[in-house]
Nanobody, 123 residues
């Protein structure tokens, strides 16, 4: 199977920076898409950034110029560098991946989610 492990986050002062990471492990064949979403209290989950293999990187308008998504393919890890943080960025951040993996000799495709990590921007 596949496991997703997020790390990073915590309490950050307004204007500060932090980096989230999300590592996928298991019998992975190919990662097609890795995303970051966030969900603030009482709000719907929203897409923050998308990293598509061989495709464009897409950011939500609210984070353009402040957040950067990147990946380390050798480690099956995606990062979210967050700069100039605002209180409105406070949310639980989730990574998500669309990948193919092996179970025995068969190949499967599925989406997997990280466990979520809290980012709180406050003085």
């Amino acid at each position: 199977q596949v496991e997703m492990l997020e790390s990073g986050g915590g309490l950050v002062q307004p204007g500060g920076s932090t980096t989230l990471s999300c590592a996928a492990s298991g019998s992975i064949d190919r990662i097609n898409v890795m995303d970051w979403y966030r969900q603030a209290p009482g709000q719907e989950r929203e897409l923050v950034a998308t990293f598509t293999s061989g495709g464009p990187i897409i950011y939500a308008d609210s984070v353009k110029g402040r957040f950067t998504i990147s990946s380390d393919n050798a480690k099956n890890t995606v990062y979210l560098q967050m700069n100039s943080l605002k209180p409105d960025d406070t949310a639980v951040y989730y990574c998500d991946t669309d990948l193919t993996y092996f179970r025995g000799s068969r190949r499967y495709s599925s989406k997997f989610w990280g466990q979520g990590t809290q980012v709180t921007v406050s003085s």
